[in-house]
């Protein structure tokens, strides 16, 4: 079982990145698939989540409206798409699958994730 997570990088204030998480050894469609990130100094959040129930997002409301996420079960990948990004977005941002099927609940009690995948790096630069 391997959730991969890519795409981070630095890009300046106001610029846009897009992450993947690639998953294998499991079905995507029967998990619940979350982005956390972890910034420096803090604690790490729940960003955004798309339901295994019906595929419905979820996104914490520091990145409404700048943050969109998708899930193509063909292959195997969630997309997170950042956009209008923030020095305060800086973070390693995680991908993480629940068979929960509720994103109020995965992106706030992480006892439910079966699976984490490594980190990417994104870096905003003011």
């Not at 997570?5 to 992450?19: C, E, F, K, R, Y």
């Not at 068979?99 to 630069?125: A, F, H, N, P």
């Amino acid at each position: 079982v391997q959730l991969q997570a890519s795409g981070g990088g630095l890009v300046q204030t106001g610029g846009s990145l897009s992450l993947s998480c690639v998953v294998s050894g499991f079905a995507l469609d029967d998990y619940t698939i979350a982005w956390f990130r972890q910034g420096p100094g803090k604690e790490r959040e729940g960003v955004s989540c798309i339901s295994s129930s019906d595929g419905s997002p979820y996104h914490t409301n520091s990145v409404k409206g700048r943050f969109a996420i998708s899930r193509d079960n063909a292959k195997n990948t969630v997309y997170l798409q950042m956009n209008s990004l923030k020095p305060e977005d800086t973070a390693v941002y995680y991908c993480a699958a629940s068979l929960r099927r509720y994103c109020e609940i995965v992106v706030v009690d992480t006892s439910g994730v079966k699976y984490w995948g490594k980190g990417t790096q994104v870096t905003v630069s003011s």
